[in-house]
């Protein structure tokens, strides 16, 4: 994925950043949201359906909950929901 530079340069000024910090903290929340759509998009796969979705297929496996997790990245311990 590539960015317009334009675009960046945009979102950075609509963001307000004021410091490295402020935007380590905006990517480790980019970056939460990415992982947990990948982890979801996973179980998807894995278990053959949507979430809320078992009804429609026969199986035992069932969406239960999820389990906190701390993944590190470079910006950072992220906390993950699921």
Known sequence: MTFDREELKK??????????????????????????????????????????GQKTKATDNVRNGYTPKTVKSKFGEIDLDG
């Open 11 to 52: 979102l950075l000024k609509e963001k307000g950043f004021k410091s490295l910090e402020d935007f380590n903290a905006f990517m480790c929340e980019v970056s939460k949201y990415e992982v947990e759509t990948l982890l979801e998009s996973e179980l998807t796969d894995r278990l053959g359906f949507e979430k809320c």
